[in-house]
C-alpha cells in the first residue's frame, strides 16, 4: 500500500537505470553465461550512470559509498544492555541461519564427494570466523553454496582453498574499494533482487510442498510470516512451527496387542472374553518417551492395567529413548495407580542410560529395585524372561495366562 501511495514520486533516472541494468544482466545470462555477469553488469551500468550524469546532470542517481580501508582495523564493540537488547534477537536469528546455511552446503557437498562433514566442527569453525569479523567490523559470514561448489569445480580439496579465496577478495578489495563509489545502487539493488529470485529451487519447493503435510505447514508459515514480519521473527516463527509439528508427529503412542496364532506366527488379534483371564501383561515401548508422549504413554498403559484380573505388567525398556523428568512423573503416577488397584510392575531391558535416569529421579525406590531388571548386552532375552519368572512367583507356582503388547510411535 506504502508503495502504491508512493508512485507518483517514482524517480525516473533510478528506475530506468534499474530497468537497463537488468536487461544487461539477463542477456549476459543468456548469451554469455561463462563470463562473470555480475561484474560485468555493475561496470556498464556505473558507466551509463556516470556518462548520463555528465551529459545531463539532472540524471543523477544514488550511488554506493566507497570502500575506506582505514575503517577495516581491529576495534573492541562498545556493549552496553540498551545495544544487547536491540541486537540480540536479530543476532540469534543470524547465527542459526548461519547454522542451517552452512551445514546444509557442506552436507551437498561432501555427498557429492562420498565424504562426510562433522557438524560440531563446522559449528564451531562459523562461530569462531564470526567473532573475528565482529572484531574486524565485518558482516557475520555463512557458507555460500555458488561460492562453495565453484571452489569444488576448480578442484579445491581442502579448507585452504577457502582461506585463498579471503586473501584474494581482501587484495581485491583495498585495491578496488574506492571504485566502489561508481556503482549505483539501484544496479546492485537489481542484481542482488535477481540473484535472490533465482536461488529458488523449484524442485526443492516441490519436494518440500509435497513430500509430509508438516513440511509444507512449515514452508508456508515461515513463508508468509516472513512477508508481513521482520525476517527473523519468521525464522524463529518457522523453527518453532517444525518443532511443534516435530512434537505431536512422536508424541502418539499406541498400544497394540500381538499373539501367537494356530500357526506360530505373530500378529495383532482382537480382543476376546477369555482375555478378561489374563495375569500377566508385556508391554514392548518403542519410540520415544519425553515430555511430550508421557501423558499419552501413561493412559495407555492405564488402559492395559485395567484388565479385571491382570496381576503383573511387565514393561519392556529397551527401544525406548530419551526418558525425561516428565515421563519419569508420568511413570511414578502409573505405579501409584498400579499399587491402589493390586497391579505389579515390572521393567526389564533397561538399558545403563535409562536406569542412570531412574536413579537420580528415584523411581528405582518407588518400582522397588527387585522390580527392575537391567539388560543384558550378551543375551537381550535374559532380563524379561527373569522379570517373567519374577510374575510366576508373585502369582504363584502355577500355569500363568501372559499377553504380549508392544507400543509404537507413529
Not at 54 to 69: A, G, Y
Not at 96 to 102: A, F, K, T, W, Y
Not at 234 to 254: D, H, M, Q
Request: contains cysteine; aromatic residues 6%; charged residues 20%.
Amino acid at each position: 500500500a506504502a508503495t502504491a501511495k508512493s508512485i507518483d514520486r517514482t524517480h525516473l533516472p533510478t528506475l530506468g537505470l534499474s530497468v537497463i541494468s537488468l536487461l544487461i544482466y539477463l542477456a549476459f545470462r543468456r548469451f554469455c553465461p561463462r563470463l562473470p555477469n555480475v561484474a560485468f553488469t555493475l561496470i556498464l551500468s556505473s558507466l551509463i550512470a556516470f556518462i548520463a550524469q555528465k551529459i545531463e546532470p539532472s540524471l543523477h542517481v544514488q550511488l554506493m559509498p566507497s570502500l575506506n580501508f582505514s575503517d577495516w582495523g581491529p576495534s573492541i564493540p562498545i556493549v552496553n544492555f540498551n545495544t544487547v537488547d536491540l541486537l540480540i534477537t536479530p543476532a540469534m536469528a543470524i547465527a542459526l541461519l548461519c547454522v542451517l546455511e552452512g551445514n546444509s552446503i557442506g552436507k551437498s557437498l561432501a555427498a557429492r564427494e562420498g565424504a562426510r562433514i562433522d557438524s560440531n566442527q563446522e559449528m564451531l569453525s562459523s562461530g569462531m570466523a564470526n567473532i573475528a569479523c565482529g572484531l574486524l567490523s565485518g558482516m557475520a559470514a555463512s557458507g555460500s553454496l555458488t561460492r562453495s561448489q565453484l571452489n569444488a569445480n576448480s578442484g579445491a580439496t581442502t579448507p585452504l582453498s577457502g582461506l585463498y579465496s579471503g586473501i584474494i577478495v581482501l587484495i581485491g578489495a583495498i585495491l578496488l574499494g574506492p571504485l566502489i563509489g561508481y556503482i549505483p545502487s539501484a544496479s546492485l539493488a537489481v542484481i542482488v533482487v535477481t540473484i535472490g529470485i533465482s536461488l529458488i529451487n523449484k524442485h526443492q519447493l516441490r519436494m518440500v510442498t509435497r513430500t509430509t503435510r508438516s513440511d509444507s505447514i512449515t514452508f508456508f508459515v515461515t513463508f508468509l510470516t516472513g512477508l508481513v514480519f521482520a525476517l527473523d521473527f519468521a525464522i524463529y516463527t518457522g523453527a518453532v512451527c517444525s518443532i511443534a509439528l516435530f512434537i505431536k508427529k512422536v508424541a502418539r503412542p499406541e498400544i497394540v496387542e500381538y499373539a501367537f496364532d494356530d500357526e506360530g506366527k505373530l500378529g495383532k488379534r482382537e480382543r476376546k472374553p477369555e482375555d478378561e483371564n489374563l495375569e500377566v501383561s508385556i508391554v514392548h515401548v518403542e519410540g520415544e518417551l519425553f515430555f511430550g508422549a508421557s501423558e499419552l504413554f501413561r493412559d495407555q498403559m492405564r488402559r492395559v492395567s485395567d484388565a479385571e484380573n491382570l496381576k503383573v505388567v511387565i514393561m519392556k525398556l529397551r527401544n525406548a529413548h530419551n526418558l525425561d523428568a516428565t515421563s519419569c512423573m508420568a511413570l511414578e503416577e502409573l505405579i501409584k495407580y498400579m499399587n491402589e488397584r493390586n497391579r505389579i510392575l515390572l521393567v526389564s531391558e533397561v538399558r545403563p542410560d535409562t536406569m542412570r535416569i531412574f536413579k537420580r529421579s528415584g523411581l528405582v525406590d518407588v518400582i522397588n529395585s527387585i522390580n527392575l531388571f537391567e539388560e543384558e548386552e550378551s543375551n537381550p532375552t535374559l532380563s524379561t524372561a527373569k522379570a517373567l519368572k519374577r510374575a510366576k512367583d508373585i502369582i504363584g507356582d502355577r500355569e500363568t495366562k501372559v499377553s504380549i503388547y508392544a507400543t509404537d510411535q507413529r
